[in-house]
């Protein structure tokens, strides 16, 4: 198969082409209109058969990813559009999606975004292209933008939901509403006749025995932050590998639900919260960042926002400039608290991100979807 075609310029005459001279000027017209549409079809043809470049990175050589095959078997550019319209992608979105698979020479576009882990590999590899690649700092952190606000769309897309209780993984958490009761208890296995977990327990580890029959509600996230629920009921009391498990009816009525916007990571970093309040009024105004600081640890975090663990009073509404290291680059961002619970010795306060930079939004997605060298 020809991978590439290389065009010349054209240097010929109209004996070339065994024109006569007295040929009519219609006839001469509709013979160049023919050559025109060859030369064309050429170029359509030459282009869709060269991986999309974002200025500087080069496609793998590698073989592609989700099948064997090599680069002659890459999708075409109208594909990729396709897919890109029906996911609500703009112009340099599509054009980001379309570099992320052929720069890791994906031969099936669709099974790709249905499929998260293979997803992140493809936007993990061209996370990395885009680090090295020469240009201004200003341009990279702007592509390195573009790739995650994409990769972010696709994290919302409801492609490839789950349809029976059948295809949920083992150990996934659920959440069992049982009135006014919401219970944690993990999925111990899900290809049986029955769903099996483990059996609730209250806070003191004694065992809450449900009776057969009782029905509940069942929430649960996948890895991607998807959030879903079902109705069940208990049908009885099992062991699975010599442990003790309760049994709940499978269903094949899963509801998507609404999700937080953006993947969010728990984690423990160690931040600095220094308070900001305003000065002055009108134009006048601006932001004063006291240089008292609030020790505490990020206990979770998206690009939205995140969550601290600290030993100090936090009043809501209050904004704070919040620092942290990742790696070895530092990270800053202004957000406000939107609500503080007291937890013991400690205070958890959910915060808002209100203004980060590009770099730190990208240090922060990279972080979250660990695309990074941690």
């Known amino acids: 198969m020809i991978n590439s075609i290389i065009l010349h310029p054209l240097q010929v005459s109209a004996t070339d082409f065994n024109l006569d001279s007295n040929m009519s000027t219609t006839d001469l017209l509709i013979a160049m209109g023919v050559l025109g549409v060859i030369i064309g079809a050429l170029v359509i043809i030459n282009k869709i058969k060269k991986p999309a470049s974002l200025g500087g990175g080069k496609p793998s050589g590698s073989k592609a990813s989700g099948s064997s095959g090599s680069a002659s078997g890459l999708f075409s550019g109208f594909t990729v559009h396709r897919i890109a319209k029906n996911l609500g992608l703009n112009h340099e979105q599509s054009k980001m999606l379309d570099y992320v698979l052929k720069t890791d020479q994906v031969i099936d ?30 341009e990279i952190q702007r592509k390195l933008g573009i790739l995650f606000s994409t990769r972010n769309v696709l994290e919302n897309s409801v492609l490839g939901s ?155 509404g209050a904004r704070f400039k919040i620092e942290f290291t990742l790696g070895d680059e530092n990270v800053a961002a202004l957000g406000q608290v939107l609500r503080s619970n007291r937890t013991g010795v400690n205070t958890v306060v959910h915060i808002k991100f209100l203004k980060v930079s590009q770099k730190s939004m990208n240090l922060i997605n990279a972080y979250v979807y660990e695309y990074g060298r941690e």
């Open 109 to 138: 576009p669709q099974r790709s975004i249905n499929t998260p882990a293979l997803l992140d590999r493809h936007f993990r590899r061209a996370y990395r292209i885009i680090e090295q690649q020469a240009g201004s700092r200003d």
């Open 162 to 316: 789950l349809s029976s209780t059948n295809q949920i993984k083992d150990d996934t958490t659920f959440i069992l509403n049982t009135g006014k009761d919401k219970i944690n208890v993990s999925l111990i296995y899900a290809k049986g006749d029955n769903l099996l977990v483990d059996p609730p327990k209250t806070v003191l580890g004694s065992m809450i025995k449900l009776q057969r029959g009782t029905r509940l509600t069942v929430l649960f996230f996948n890895k991607s932050n998807k959030g879903f629920s079902f109705e069940t009921r208990v049908t009885g009391y099992s062991s699975h590998n010599g442990h003790p498990a309760m049994q709940l009816a499978h269903s094949n009525q899963i509801r998507f639900l609404s999700q937080r916007r953006f993947r969010r990571r728990q984690t423990t970093l160690a931040c600095n919260l220094f308070l900001v309040y305003v000065e002055g009024s009108g134009k006048k105004q601006r932001l004063i960042v006291d240089k008292r600081r609030i020790q505490g640890n990020v206990a979770d975090i998206s690009v939205g926002g995140c969550s601290i663990k600290t030993m100090s009073a936090v009043q809501v």
